[in-house]
């Protein structure tokens, strides 16, 4: 099988860890195609967003330490596990180029005290440029041909939306296709940055956090790929959050739009457009432990086995969030009430995760993350209150609950049944909201009743059954 493999930045942040993965490439490689994309080491995207900030502010020496740790940390690891003295050698001196690289991008930065979108991305882009190195250089280690390609060198062609990129599919498709067979051919492992390509004018483009997932699909719809595994340090997806449910399942097989929903809520967060490049090709992907190789984790189709579709797969929870209410006799049956009021909190980037709005008109309530409450609230205050709005309530510590799975769509008494066993926990429910498409039904209450809710409803299904 011709299998794309995307590696989370735990899968490369110790000596051990990239050993233990190298090993696992080494070996499937004897039996399949394998292409390999991987993400910065845990924690070096976040310093370097934060050195491009520290260059915003003019804090010199703190973006310039920031950016010794990270030079030091790479330099350590490379010194430190290749067996072979000629290949280490290689490693240090193919790592030194690339850093000098990084600290010229910096100088230059600093000097010029400016950071713009085109330049954030080149700098942040270098954490999976990076880590490839230290995964190229262990299989060379071990005795295999594999060589570190960036998104760019891949092939990758994106548009020029720096910080949330979008490949030009067709170009794409013929590079990157390109460049894999041809390696292929030649029995050299691929060893692909994730999360940055380069426009048509050859700039580095990322694709925003999680984009290394979009790499491997990318990759994978490009070159026809059988399957792509995400690799992580989870097991897969799962009918709840473990550390609430002792006893959660793994689910074996979703569908393309299920796992989407879960996704977003759950603790494998998967970047949001990443299963688009496989939906017109169909292909296959799993979500699985890069460190529990047995277990197949949960496979994400596009038409799971009907044995395999329940009324409901998982119960999700996203905790702590603040719920903001607002009323006034003045929104009834004007148009525009709403875009108002949300485009007052998006000027003040504010992201609204869910909505409801009562039929009588009066009364609009929507959830936001609770870090953005206080923004919030203050935007709708100075702007619209005492003008479309009357009064803003919030309540500071409600968690959204969330029911997925396509076989809730046209069954009747999904919701009568989910009401009636939270309920029954004397839990009360603050807001419901369902979309059409029947896949999700999210309901809000107060953070303290989440674990009894979430509870009561994997109980209510029968999740741990669910295979
Ligand atoms: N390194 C990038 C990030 O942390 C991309 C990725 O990990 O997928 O967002
Ligand atoms: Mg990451």
Redesign the pocket.
């Known amino acids: 099988m011709k299998l794309v493999l995307?590696f989370?930045?735990t899968s490369v942040s110790s000596t051990a860890n990239i050993r233990h993965v190298a090993k696992l490439i080494h070996s499937l490689s004897k039996k399949h195609k394998i292409i390999s994309v991987f993400?910065?080491i845990?924690g070096?995207?976040?310093d370097l967003i934060r050195i491009t900030n520290l260059i915003q502010k003019g804090n010199k020496d703190a973006a310039n330490n920031l950016a010794k740790k990270i030079i030091k940390n790479h330099l350590r690891i490379a010194n430190d596990f290749v067996k072979n003295p000629k290949i280490r050698k290689e490693l240090l001196e193919k790592m030194e180029k690339d850093l000098s690289e990084l600290e010229e991008l910096l100088h230059g930065m600093l000097l010029l005290g400016e950071v713009t979108p085109r330049s954030s991305d080149y700098l942040?882009s270098f954490?999976?440029r990076l880590s490839i190195n230290l995964v190229a250089f262990a299989l060379r280690d071990l005795g295999a041909k594999a060589i570190a390609l960036t998104g760019k060198d891949v092939g990758i062609v994106t548009d020029s939306n720096f910080g949330e990129s979008k490949p030009l599919m067709d170009t794409t498709r013929l590079r990157v296709s390109d460049t894999i067979e041809s390696l292929l051919k030649k029995k050299t492992l691929p060893v692909v940055g994730?999360?940055a390509g380069a426009d048509q004018y050859g700039n580095i483009t990322?694709?925003?956090?999680?984009?290394?997932?979009?790499?491997a699909t990318i990759v994978a719809s490009s070159i026809k790929a059988d399957e792509v595994w995400l690799m992580s340090d989870v097991d897969g997806l799962m009918t709840t959050d473990p550390k609430i449910v002792k006893n959660a399942k793994v689910l074996k097989e979703v569908s393309y739009t299920e796992a989407m929903e879960m996704a977003l809520f759950g603790a494998k967060y998967i970047?949001p457009r990443a299963l688009e490049p496989l939906v017109s090709k169909k292909i296959p992907l799993r979500i699985r432990s890069t460190f529990n190789i047995e277990n197949p984790g949960t496979l994400v189709t596009a038409s799971p086995q009907p044995n395999t579709q329940k009324t409901v797969k998982c119960v999700s929870a996203i905790r702590h969030t603040g719920l903001i209410d607002v009323r006034g006799g003045s929104m009834v049956g004007v148009p525009g009430t709403a875009a108002t009021i949300f485009s007052t909190l998006a000027k003040v980037g504010v992201n609204i995760m869910m909505i409801s709005q009562s039929p009588s008109e009066s009364s609009i309530s929507f959830i936001v993350k609770k870090n953005d409450l206080d923004k919030a609230v203050n935007a709708l205050e100075m702007s619209l209150l005492g003008k479309i709005i009357k009064k803003v309530e919030i309540t500071v510590d409600v968690a959204i609950i969330a029911l997925i799975g396509s076989g809730m769509r046209g069954i009747v008494g999904v919701a009568s049944r989910v009401f009636a066993a939270v309920a029954k926990q004397g839990v009360n429910v603050v807001m419901i909201a369902q979309g059409s498409s029947e896949l999700n039904l999210a309901f809000v209450v107060k953070d303290a009743d989440c674990n009894s809710a979430v509870q009561a409803l994997h109980d209510e299904f029968e999740l741990t059954k669910i295979n």
Not at 206 to 215: A, E, H, I, L, N
């Open positions: 995307k989370g930045g993400s910065a845990s070096v995207t976040d942040i954490g999976e994730g999360f990322t694709f925003g956090r999680g984009g290394s997932d979009y790499t970047h």
